[in-house]
């Protein structure tokens, strides 16, 4: 059949398997709108208030179900707001399509009214991009950008359409598309891989993003429970193993706990699975790796040896990998090495210094994860809040924590909320902190218009807490503003746009307002006041060791 250039990219969307896309219109995609509007009983639109955050949104999407999410923006300004959702999908690895529209092709290069060359501003934080000039390749174009974005190590893709290849007509011939299935082959040295873990004494298993990436928790922990390891996770691997599996030792890094970071630190062999080796996550890099070898397995060859040199390296899909190299390893036992284990997991106990009669973070997430169901979703921004959920909150199930580890994104968050609640339509906790949360608070608007079951707690301390916290222990505490003095009421404003909105100032309060929140259907905001003075500790120095840890 013969459509148009904007039929055919809405019959390639759902020919995908697409039910939801997000967008803000514009006169470029104005088009692409109106076939949408015939299509709506096909796919639903979300309508962000900002290009960025509906980016997050379908960032968020993608995060939370393992599908591909899709955001629509306009040339110029649209497409240009959608780079740091972009850039945030491209760090962590998230499978998102991005079509904008743009000036006729006959247009291009002319410094037309909203005219931009997004192609070539994203072109470094995209797996691939297309400006699409041939009606006739339209299709395929939008079909191929699905498939690079989930394929291999999943990434974003944008598709630019100009006016006139929306206009043009082709024809149309559905195809049926057969999922992206997880390639079976594994590069490298199985036997030399299975040879340095039976020697191994001290295994150590970390874990990032591509275990979660893979649903590949199952076989983590299996793979775990042969070869008698413990696990650490980077920020990106949380929620691939129970909080509270006796094998796993919490978050590795800057923030980690002390008892991940120090078995980290003291193992002989360390089976890297999935991980990109941040310096967050590696800290002195020249002094990471000089006790133990490294074994290290990722699909992306580029990878290995980026940052930490390793001693072999196995390229393939994380779950994939797992069973192989499992096959070829014996049931080991080191009964010494999780004797040091214990001691150091009873070496310091990372918890919040508790006021009375006053809220505090550890309080705050512990107390949110009692009316939270196990596989509720949480997302955060970024900041002090962020480290404080990856320390405290008790995540149990793959896929449950949304939050941007490797751009760090402030204002992330809601967006990213939004797209995870619509995707899995499951209740969804935002942890924010005041800073963040000024800069999205514009989407309560798009949770209250689309009656989404998000919970917001602000922790509020009227600072940039985590740049405070350096500006007081290596800046002398010249709190270059950082300290907002901002006086904003926030239920009032999560009020004024339709939300429920309260504030709770101690545990009792705090227990009262989810308890409300928690029994609507709808958006609810709980202000959350905190002491100014909490900090994230531990906390290891930029490019130190276990060595430098600051531990209070």
Known sequence: MKLTGAQIIIEALVEQGVDTVFGFPGGTVTNIYDELYKSSDRIRHITASHEQHATHAADGYARATGKAGVVIATSGPGAT??????????????????????VATNLLGRDSFQEVDIAGVTIPITKHNYIV??????????????????????????VDVPKDIQLASAEYTRRKIEPVAASESCEGDITQAAALIREAKRPYIYCGGGVVLSDSASDLISFAERIDAPIGASIMGLSAVPFDHPRFLGMVGMHGSYAATKALSECDLLVAVGVRFSDRATGNKAEFAKKMKVVHIDIDPAEIGKNIPVYTSLIGDVKCVLKKLAAEVPVIRHAGWHEEIAKFKAHVDITCEHREGALDPQMILETAHEFMPEDGIVATDVGQ???WTAQYYRFSKLRTFITSGGLGTMGFGMGAAVGACIGTGK???????????????????????????????????NALGMVKQWQE?????????????????????????????????????????????????????IDCPIDGCEKVFPMIPPNGTIDDIILK
């Open 81 to 102: 707001n959608t780079v740091t959702g972009i850039a945030t999908a491209f760090l962590d690895s998230s499978p998102v399509i991005v079509i904008t529209g743009n």
């Open 133 to 158: 000039k041939d009606i006739e390749k339209l299709a395929d174009t939008i079909r191929e950008a699905f498939w690079v974005a989930k394929s291999g190590r999943p990434g974003p893709v944008l």
């Open 385 to 387: 809040h962020q480290m």
């Open 427 to 461: 209740r969804t906790l935002l942890i924010t902190g005041d800073g963040s949360f000024h800069m999205n608070l514009n989407e309560m608007s798009t949770a209250v218009s689309n009656d989404l079951p998000i919970v917001v707690i602000v922790m509020n301390n």
């Open 473 to 525: 222990l290596f800046f002398g505490e010249r709190y270059s503003n950082t300290v907002l003095n901002r006086r904003t009421n926030y239920a009032k404003l999560a009020v004024a746009f339709g939300a429920m909105g309260m504030r709770a100032e101690n545990e009792k309060e705090l227990r009262e307002c989810l308890t409300k929140a928690f029994s609507v259907n709808g958006p609810v905001l």
